[in-house]
């Protein structure tokens, strides 16, 4: 099974604000799109359990004519806290680059 890295041009993670995080995956074809962005490895309830967040909150917004999955999810604090370690949440993403999709 290929992985997020293998069908994905780019994906970055960013702030969303002090609360959020958001993830850009940006597929590489309208097919790969189409083929992977549903996929079981991407959803709320995968997410939820890789960083550790309630699957409730994670949010999957599909942008079709960029081929563009973002997906958002909480903080587990808020950002600029004692014991921030990303403050920009640029880091993120590295969780989900090996995830098989399928």
Known sequence: MPKVSEV??????KVAGP??????LMFDSQESYERYCQSPALSAENIGRIYDVDAAKVMHFPVPNLHVLKISYPRKMPQGGVEER??????????IMDLELG
Do not use: E
Not at 86 to 95: A, V
């Open 8 to 13: 994905c041009r780019q994906v970055r993670s």
């Open 19 to 24: 609360f959020w995080v958001t993830m850009d």
């Open 86 to 95: 990303d403050l920009h949440s640029g880091q993120q993403y590295t969780y």
